[in-house]
């Protein structure tokens, strides 16, 4: 496994398998195996493109949502948390520490259709025992990247020693 | 109307790469890879800290030596680093970047008429120093076929009664060029024959060094010279700090004694600012230079590999962020094809002679630029070499 290969797709999965070869120092062909590699053992899980939608003309609204459950018998919080991460407005399900049990991001159209979502779906799941729905107002910063970082432009000299 | 300059400032020739910046500067959509400086910007953690000491009203001058917590910080780094124990009372002076340490090291040494050795191609204001300071700049040529590292006997050769210390800049600017230890101790097995001889090696590039086998070693580490050498470096290259002008030098007391009273009279102390940002970065800074350096290290890697692919031969730079590719098949000297970059491709290259006589044939292209912009310059260069056939039949 090359974690240094891992660390540079994740920040740009656009790297062609032969920009990848010249900065690793490897052959094209080694490369190439161990992502093939990577993604077969579920390793690599996808390639995404990370998107600033308040800049574009889609409605869109996401929310965090706390939820306190009540863990099954034997089967800890997993079997709670698939009944939640199979909606497929679910984005993110994270089990937690501290003052709650679950983190459910999920992304809606309008505020409504996760009003329902949280109403209809999660709240009356038997094992659920509260919910915190807590909706995002802007995005600053996501995956590591600053969503609203002004200029970038380059105001160095065009030559310096 | 009567001139108020004197003689040998008229006669200094203006720095090579300014008559080059002047003419570039004025034109609009060009890209460059002329910039000594990294496109990354100074890590947050370093910034706010430097924001936090304003909110704090630290804004008085330090001590002229400069803020004990940061020669302190100096001190560890470089035990830590480099192996090289200094005294920070004593043996530390922080300057306003490393050009300033240069300034007042050779005005502290240099008697009228004294030389002193400078192995070129390198960083443009060595020479101009060495003779503001009154003193006579020889040069050390270095060649592609040695990797552009210095060989002993070209030292040797040069040496007289009149010389009084030798400028190294190892990882080299322009050339990226590196010693190894083998390459050190034969130089050092020259200098021990010459005792008098100061030793000031500029390592601002120190951390950019791209191989585990080629870690930089200061020269201040080989047997028998800690004593003899002053090691200057900053925090410029490393820490993406240009503009905040925070150098520093290390060495014998009695050096850096005599740097210190130049200092406090002509500079007083480095920015107070500067040197609250270099504390934070010395603590807390070194993990931001090992992505940096793996981000350059891509790139270099690309460069080599794509200047390569077009036919233009490059020796591997294993340190700075410099590659300095040789020009010699299209025939151009390296001003005329840089010109001819800028005018006709709309990229700005420096030509190597801006560094040093023996850096004709030679252009100096820095990789502190993103890999789209890289990739965009190479297909330029390429264009050129290969499309422009009005020269030495192309390249290839």
């Given at each position: 496994m090359d974690i240094n290969l891992l660390n540079k797709l994740e920040r740009n999965a656009k790297l062609t398998t032969k920009e990848l070869a010249v900065f690793l120092n490897q052959s094209e062909q080694d490369v190439a195996a161990s992502v093939a590699k990577m993604e077969k053992d579920g390793i690599i899980c996808g390639y995404h493109t990370l998107i600033n939608?308040?800049?574009?003309?889609k409605e869109c609204v996401s929310a965090l949502i706390e939820v306190k459950v009540t863990p099954a018998r034997g089967q800890g919080f997993d079997k709670i948390a698939e009944r939640i991460y199979r909606f497929d407005e679910v984005q993110a399900v994270y089990l937690m520490?501290?003052?709650?049990?679950l983190t459910v991001i999920i992304e809606g159209k309008t505020m409504k259709d996760i009003a329902i979502f949280v109403t209809s779906k999660l709240a009356p799941l038997e094992s659920v025992l509260s919910t915190a729905t807590h909706f995002v107002l802007k995005k600053y910063k996501d995956h590591g990247r600053i969503l609203h970082d002004g200029s970038q432009e380059d105001e160095r000299m065009v030559v310096s020693p | 109307m009567s001139s108020f300059v004197t003689d040998k400032v008229k006669n200094m020739p203006a720095s090579g790469i300014r008559k080059f910046f002047d003419v570039a500067a004025e034109m609009k959509d060009i890209i460059s890879l002329g910039v000594g400086e990294p496109d990354f910007f100074t890590p947050w953690n370093v910034r706010e800290e430097a924001i936090y000491s304003l909110e704090r009203r630290r804004t008085a001058y330090t001590s002229n030596a400069g803020h004990p917590a940061l020669r302190e910080a100096i001190c560890e780094y470089m035990r830590t680093r480099f192996q090289l124990k200094y005294s920070a009372k004593e043996e530390i002076i922080v300057t306003v970047g490393v050009s300033e340490a240069i300034d007042i090291a050779l005005r502290a040494v240099i008697n009228p008429g004294d030389e002193v050795l400078i192995i070129e191609p390198c960083y443009v204001s060595y020479r101009a120093c060495v003779i503001l300071a009154g003193g006579v700049p020889v040069t050390v040529p270095t060649d592609e076929e040695n990797n552009f590292r210095v060989q002993a006997e070209d030292i040797r050769s040069r040496i007289t009664p009149r010389t009084k210390a030798i400028m190294l800049c190892y990882p080299n600017n322009p050339t990226g060029a590196i010693m190894e230890r083998d390459d050190l101790e034969k130089i050092c097995t020259v200098l021990r024959d010459h005792e008098d001889i100061l030793v000031i090696s500029d390592e601002v590039y120190a951390e950019l060094t791209y191989t585990d086998e080629n870690k930089h070693i200061s020269i201040a580490t080989m047997p028998g010279m800690y004593e003899r050498t002053l090691v200057l470096n900053g925090f410029s290259k490393a820490f993406a700090m240009t503009g905040w002008r925070l150098g520093y030098a290390c060495g014998p007391a009695e050096l850096i004694a005599g740097m210190v009273k130049i200092h406090q009279y002509v500079i007083m102390c480095a920015p107070t600012t500067a040197q609250i940002a270099g504390i934070e970065a010395l603590k807390n800074g070194l993990e931001g230079v090992q992505k940096m350096r793996d981000e350059y290290n891509d790139r270099r890697r690309l460069m080599v590999e794509s200047f390569r692919e077009i036919g233009i031969s490059c020796f591997e730079p294993l340190g700075a962020f410099y590659l300095f590719p040789s020009i010699k098949k299209t025939g151009l000297t390296s001003e005329d094809f840089c010109t001819r970059m800028l005018m006709e491709k709309r990229l700005a290259v420096v030509p190597g002679t801006a560094f040093g006589e023996c850096g004709e044939g030679f252009i100096r292209c820095s990789y502190a630029y993103s890999v789209e912009e890289l990739k965009e310059a190479v297909q330029r260069i390429k264009d050129f070499v290969l499309h422009s056939t009005d020269f030495h039949g192309g390249i290839v």
């Open positions: 939608w308040e800049k574009t003309d520490s501290g003052g709650y049990d | -």
